[in-house]
């Protein structure tokens, strides 16, 4: 099956440092990825859309300006996480549309757990 | 009034039993339908997609009901492993593709 990878897996930083965490899709070419964040025993909670090739589109009370998404290839979105505070400690997780004639499907990578002292 | 709706649970139930969990779609217009199973600090990870005519994997079935709104999961003979937050996933037709979570119900099968 399809597969998407995430790194890194778990980072401790401090506050005031920026967090760049990498979403791949490894075997199937990706133009919409996803990025959510999720807190203990929450729901997804969907950040933004990453589309290849253009700006991101945000949802409503999602800082652009603080979590910076870039989307240069067809199998890789990057987010960063700007002057990062212990507020934004969380679990990160991003997907990948994998659409065909045959398949309109969304899979997940397995999460980067972020913690800001 | 939330898009998609799940009942969070938990649903505790003893090995060997049938639970099921229905999701409720606020727009008509929705046109997939897909579960997805959700470990303790893990990615959700796709279950397998609702199609109109209903849809079964092993022990697990998955239903659509257009009429009502409401998709469903039927797990029969549980397993200690079914353990989990089952999440309900829908899509809307027309627009821009951006999937809409339900919350989640969590199971917990206990010896």
């Known amino acids: 099956g399809a597969v998407v990878s995430q790194h890194p897996s778990r980072v401790i930083c401090k506050s005031g440092t920026s967090v760049k965490i990498e979403c791949r899709s490894l075997?199937?070419?990706?133009?919409?990825m996803f990025w959510y964040r999720q807190f203990p025993k929450k729901s997804l909670m969907l950040m933004a859309t990453?589309?290849?090739?253009?700006?991101?589109?945000?949802e409503q009370g999602v800082e652009k300006d603080k979590f910076l998404i870039n989307h240069a290839s067809l199998t890789l979105s990057t987010l960063t996480v700007t002057s990062a505070h212990p507020e934004d400690s969380s679990f990160y997780i991003c997907?990948?549309?994998?659409?065909?004639?045959?398949?309109?499907?969304?899979?997940f990578g397995p999460g980067t757990r972020l913690t800001v002292l | 009034r939330k898009e998609v709706e799940q009942d969070p649970g938990p649903f505790n139930v003893p090995e060997g039993a049938t639970v099921a969990f229905n999701c409720t779609y606020s727009n008509s217009a929705s046109q997939s339908f897909f579960w997805y199973r959700q470990d303790c600090r893990k990615e959700p990870k796709l279950l397998m997609s609702?199609?109109?005519s209903g849809n079964e994997d092993g022990r697990f079935t998955a239903q659509l009901n257009r009429a009502s709104q409401y998709i469903s999961l039927l797990i029969r003979d549980s397993k200690l492993s079914d353990s989990a937050t089952y999440l309900c996933?829908?899509?809307?037709?027309?627009?821009?593709?951006?999937?809409?979570f339900g919350r989640g119900t969590s199971l917990i099968v206990h010896p």
């Open positions: 075997d199937f070419q990706a133009t919409t």
């Open positions: 997907s990948a549309r994998d659409w065909s004639l045959i398949t309109d499907t969304q899979y």
């Open positions: 609702v199609y109109s």
């Open positions: 996933v829908v899509k809307w037709s027309g627009g821009s593709y951006i999937p809409t």
């Open positions: 990453s589309n290849e090739g253009s700006k991101a589109t945000y």
